[in-house]
């Protein structure tokens, strides 16, 4: 009778063992297919202009490479950050000093799309110091002798579709002085 319930377990065993490995066997790797594409060097020309009325006042250029299809940390395989850190001074009993990130900061993907065109994600911002005082600040009454300068920023999140050589624009307007911001974006494939 002991025989019996041993019997039962080593049946189970060679019968539900070859079920178990076929549960567990790697599925098919479709990664080859993804890996048969062709690896496409994009250059991005990225340009921020301020403009008083017609009258350019700065134009800020940047350029870099991005592969398509690549996803290095999500959609986004290149970032550039520039800029400085300015030190801003804490108000209150503990005077210390802070630093605050001034300058531009893009981050950039691309993907290819059946059709040979190519669709950019890109985050754009920009910040710049301006003085506390003057005659726009005065009209919002944002002004004051010991105040540190204020910090004008752009940010935009874009998500478009472009052919090789196409160029974008982006247009935003600044609510203290008035300027229009202009942020132009242009492919081109490398080959």
Known sequence: MKALPYFLLLSSTFTLAP???LAQAPPQEKKSEERAKPTIPVKVQVVFSEYDGEKKIVSMPYSFTVIADEKVGGYYS??????????VEAVGAEQKTNYM???SNIDCGLRTTDDDRYHLYMIFERSALSPSSGAQTEKLQVS????PPLVRQFKASVNMILKDGQTSETVSTDPIYGHSLHLSVTINVLK
């Open 19 to 21: 079920r178990l490995c």
């Open 78 to 87: 290149a970032s550039l950050r520039t800029g400085v850190r300015v030190p």
């Open 101 to 103: 990130d001034v300058g």
């Open 144 to 147: 004051r002798p010991d105040a």
